[in-house]
């Protein structure tokens, strides 16, 4: 079926490094959400797309954490000079629109950062 | 501050038992949402609740919430080791960004 896709699945990085996560929504699904999920928690908002343009970011805990939707359709998570702290699960979710539309997550990408 | 509290966050139980896992807030909710998370997969949204007072029931799942929205429950007849995840509330903040509790890890013993 053509979920909502996310790569890579794992990814391990050095501390300082920065990486790149990518979502792939659902085709047509105007919304597209980033969520962080530490362990043993719940996952917590981080931005909002509504085609390309980005409508809400204000869970983005640092500037270093940057999200882009170009073409209004893939999305990508950057994060730079990554750190500890920032292990966890990324996860990306899509909706064919606004308001009360279901948000369908995808697999997540485990970042553990060394 | 944790706008949502779950409870408990970790139960155990065997097969065929009943259980009632909670979700609450001091804040009144326009809706709720709960989903179910297995390891290495994104939430499944399992029902929205929107009316005080209303009750939702898919299969052996009976989703409850409050009279005065401010506290849901999900009850399990005779679980199964299929119901064994994460199960999340979450409230509809904003347009639609999703406030999520911290989550109750249900484990069924066969």
């Known amino acids: 079926g053509a979920g909502v896709s996310q790569s890579p699945r794992y990814k391990v990085a050095k501390r300082g490094q920065d990486v790149a996560l990518r979502c792939d929504p659902i085709?047509?699904?105007?919304?597209l959400f980033w969520y962080q999920q530490a362990l043993g928690q719940g996952p917590e908002f981080l931005t909002y797309f509504q085609n390309e343009a980005q409508l809400d970011k204000s869970g983005l805990p640092s500037d270093r954490f940057f999200a882009e939707r170009p073409e209004g359709s893939v999305s990508t998570l950057k994060i730079q000079r990554t750190q500890q702290e920032d292990s966890a699960v990324y996860l990306c979710?899509?909706?064919?629109?606004?308001?009360?539309?279901?948000?369908?997550f995808g697999p997540g990408t485990r970042l553990l950062v060394l | 501050t944790q706008l949502l509290e779950q409870s408990p966050q970790f139960l155990s139980i065997q097969e065929g038992e009943n259980l009632t896992v909670y979700c609450n807030s001091s804040s009144v909710f326009s809706s709720l949402q709960w989903y179910r998370q297995e390891p290495g997969e994104g939430p499944v949204l399992l029902v929205t609740?929107?009316?005080?007072?209303e009750v939702k029931k898919l299969k052996r799942l009976t989703f409850q919430f409050g009279d005065a929205r401010k506290d849901s429950s999900l009850h399990i007849t005779a679980a199964q080791p299929g119901d064994t995840g994460l199960y999340l509330c979450a409230m509809i903040q904003g347009a639609q960004k999703l406030v999520f509790g911290q989550g109750t890890r249900l484990t069924i013993n066969p």
């Open positions: 979710a899509s909706s064919f629109s606004g308001g009360w539309k279901t948000q369908y």
């Open positions: 609740v929107v009316t005080g007072g």
């Open positions: 085709s047509g699904h105007v919304s």
